[in-house]
């Protein structure tokens, strides 16, 4: 089972692996190294301690990703004491597979640890990999590369377990025909919808408004907000700001000219006769005969690509009458290459030997090569300049700013007359942040804002990044408890709230009573004509079908019955804001290959393994916890994290 897991941790499971390691490092798995004093945790795992900052990271990324994904805002049913347990359930998840496979004998070798780094885009430049942007990436967190090191060989090694596990899933051809029948199920319907009518709805009366702010007081609520200021060291900026003589840009068009254009290219083609490199004398002078007698019926008239066709025992060009397209120097046999370059155009060389055997070669077209003027390179050498001296600038001034913060953590200024940059001023923004905004939208920003060491304590934040070209230092400027937002300032949003919710009200009455017209005979032309609404055209949709039915009319359309052969089945659909749908389900029948929506054997299969993978590593997952000596302590998860 070992070795398995091992074998899939090559190949592309190894570049899957190498993706997914970037993001618990954005994560909780980042080592802390700043501050001293006991680390409180939130949970203990067989012995090993979980700690509050390796929590606090987490939870923000997840609320974050929360966020992003439900437009700005965490959905209703995923209130911040469910989101802070899962986030600590799943923190005590990945220690227990860590753990496991250390127990099991698994580890990851200092040979892997290296080519996992070096492989890692993150640390890559035109070059390779860029030690420069590997020191960089710790001096902008704080980090030693002995802690980052730690935490990569534990993303790897779990990874490799979760691999081997979900990959060890099999289903057979049972249930790959039962589900191919379920997923291609399609069903022909059309829908009804009656939207809220909001205009025909009256107003409602000062009494009204006054009662709805009063009992749901706790929906009018300013959140806690603070504003920042800030210092932002960008690689981008500092490279704008360089300044270039032309001079240094003439050295450095000097030093690079090989570089700066395209090198010669010849067009040939070629007619060989091949001849194994450790033949012997006779056959390699046998060969020679073949090839000079070739040259001379070349000589007497007969085209070249005629007799390549015929006679080159190279059958890549033959067809195309010894044609090689153009070539560059350093890519073809030496002596091929020798005798090609030196022939002028419209020539054909005599016979020559390489590796291969004996060729004739003739260059049908020369490309001269084109060095660049210094005219011309200017841009591109500016440009690469500028690059070169930020990536050193912005290294050495990321060190100067961190060193700075700290060391005078009371004020942003210090550190910024001594880099020459502005103190920059944010607006008020609460716990949620400001959704896109590079800075207000990030969960490393909005957690350091709003952390006692920088809201309370006054203190500059830690180095944050925000991007591999950005980092920030941050301190609380001002800061605004939450409060009740008073009546008048929320009269007209209530106001608004009540006609949509009187409006939904009606659309789902009317709704029901034409629903109830329908079961009991009503045609849909009838009903449809009665209230002034109109029908859609009939669809057919399978589960997969993808932006022709909302998900919740989806999820309706295929728990109804199946209609009778005399109409149709009907159902109704109350969906959140926009009124009330009518669903009418005409058909059922199956997706061919080929349909839309429809899916074959093959996807059916690995759906499956891959479901049967996730469940086999639940089962293991519930295992380990059902054996382990785990203690929480969510009372920390609420708690500021000890860096």
């Known amino acids: 089972m070992l070795q398995f897991i091992r074998d899939q941790a090559s190949g592309w499971i190894a570049w899957v692996i190498v993706i997914l390691i970037c993001i618990p490092f954005a994560l909780w798995g980042i080592h802390q190294f700043q501050g001293g004093g006991q680390v409180q945790s939130v949970a203990n795992v067989n012995g090993t301690e979980i700690s509050t900052s390796a929590f606090q990271q987490s939870y923000q990324n997840q609320r974050q990703q929360l966020q992003q994904i439900f437009g700005g805002q965490l959905p209703a049913l995923y209130n911040e004491s469910r989101l802070r347990q899962d986030t600590l359930e799943q923190m005590v998840n990945d220690e227990l597979i860590i753990q496991a496979g250390v127990n099991n004998g698994m580890r990851v070798g200092n040979r892997q640890l290296s080519e996992s780094i070096q492989t890692l885009p993150l640390f890559k430049s035109g070059k390779g990999f860029s030690t420069d942007k590997y020191t960089t990436f710790l001096q902008s967190r704080g980090l030693s590369a002995a802690g980052f090191e730690t935490d990569l060989r534990r993303s790897i090694l779990s990874q490799q377990l979760i691999a081997g596990i979900q990959r060890s899933a099999f289903v057979t051809d049972a249930e790959v025909e039962q589900t191919l029948k379920l997923d291609n199920e399609r069903r022909r319907f059309q829908s009804l919808t009656i939207a809220p009518a909001v205009k025909d709805v009256p107003e409602a009366d000062a009494a009204q408004l006054k009662a709805y702010f009063e009992d749901h007081k706790s929906r009018y609520v300013v959140p806690e907000q603070v504003k920042i200021d800030y210092i932002e060291l960008s690689r981008k900026a500092i490279a704008g700001q360089i300044k270039v003589t032309e001079q240094t840009l003439k050295n450095l068009y000097e030093s690079s000219r090989e570089t700066l254009g395209t090198p010669e290219q010849r067009e040939v083609r070629h007619i060989l006769v091949q001849v194994d490199k450790n033949a012997d004398q006779a056959a390699v002078e046998a060969a020679h005969k073949k090839i000079q007698a070739l040259a001379e019926r070349i000589a007497k008239g007969e085209k070249f690509a005629d007799i390549a066709r015929t006679n080159s025992d190279d059958p890549g060009s033959a067809t195309m009458g010894g044609s090689l397209g153009y070539i560059s120097k350093g890519v073809m046999d030496p002596a091929f290459e020798k005798a090609a370059f030196s022939l002028p155009e419209g020539q054909i060389s005599k016979p020559v030997r390489s590796s291969f055997g004996w060729h004739l070669i003739e260059v049908t077209r020369i490309q001269k090569s084109h060095i660049k003027s210094f005219q ?253 000596d785990i203690k929480t302590f969510m009372e920390n998860t609420s708690a500021p994290a000890n860096f």
């Open 376 to 628: 011309e390179a200017r841009n591109q050498l500016l440009k690469t300049y500028r690059k070169d001296q930020a990536e050193q600038m912005f290294a050495e001034q990321i060190d100067q700013l961190a060193t700075l913060a700290f060391e005078q953590s009371d004020s942003l200024q210090p550190a910024a007359d001594a880099l020459g940059v502005p103190v920059q001023h944010s607006d008020y923004f609460s716990r949620d942040g400001v959704p896109g905004d590079p800075l207000l939208g990030n969960a490393k920003v909005r957690g350091a804002a709003f952390s006692p060491e920088v809201m309370a304590d006054g203190n500059n934040s830690e180095m944050l990044e925000l991007n591999p070209e950005t980092v920030v230092v941050l301190r609380t400027a001002n800061h605004r408890q939450s409060h009740p937002q008073d009546y008048a300032d929320v009269r007209d949003q209530i106001k608004i709230q009540l006609r949509r919710e009187a409006a939904l009200r009606q659309a789902q009455a009317l709704g029901d009573r034409i629903l109830k017209e329908l079961e009991n005979g009503s045609s849909q032309e009838q009903v449809a004509g009665q209230h002034n609404l109109k029908w859609s055209e009939p669809q057919n949709l399978t589960r997969r079908s993808q932006g022709q039915a909302t998900p919740q009319i989806l999820e309706k359309l295929f728990k109804m019955p199946k209609p009778t052969q005399d109409g149709a089945t009907y159902a109704g659909l109350a969906e959140a804001g926009d009124g009330y749908t009518i669903i009418a389900l005409l058909g059922v029948d199956s997706a061919k290959p080929g349909d839309e929506g429809a899916v074959d054997k093959k996807q059916i299969e690995q759906n499956l393994a891959s479901r049967i993978g996730d469940q086999t590593f639940s089962a293991v997952v519930k295992s380990l916890r059902s054996r382990a």
